[in-house]
């Protein structure tokens, strides 16, 4: 992977922690829901002195890409898809109500409008949301 597709990734990482934060009500640790996140022990073991919040947990657990487990990594993965389905199933409302390029912030604004949503786009918003 270049160094090009590592940043890329990384701020794509980025956008799905900050979906993370915003929409998850449940009580978390390191931004993690410790019963079900397969990143949870990684969060806890490397990144223990991290502030949790705007991405800082997910930039630690980068750092630490390679003594991740692969639960963990596909886990992330996963939500990578999730959003990317999300945007592209959600392009005419974006456009007609949340023209937002930072994720975190198009999936808040859509979840908010969820009702005025077209039914594929509230499906994608609702299947997001459900995993976190």
Not at 35 to 53: L, R
Not at 63 to 88: G, Y
Request: glycine share 6%.
């Amino acid at each position: 992977m270049s160094k090009g597709q590592k940043k890329v990734r990384g701020y794509g990482i980025l956008a799905v922690w900050m979906i993370m934060t915003i929409l998850c009500s449940v009580p978390m640790a390191h931004g993690f829901d410790m019963q079900t996140n397969p990143c949870a022990d990684a969060a806890k073991k490397y990144c223990i002195d991290v502030i949790p919040g705007g991405g800082r947990t997910v930039k630690c657990l980068l750092e630490h890409e390679s003594d991740l487990s692969i639960f963990c990594k596909d886990w992330i993965h996963d939500a990578f898809e999730k959003t990317d389905d999300l945007v592209s199933a959600c392009s005419r409302e974006r456009a007609r109500m949340c023209p937002y390029s930072d994720r975190a912030a198009l999936v808040y604004c859509l979840n908010a409008n969820l009702e005025a949503l077209s039914q594929d786009c509230r499906d994608k918003v609702k299947d997001l949301i459900g995993r976190f």
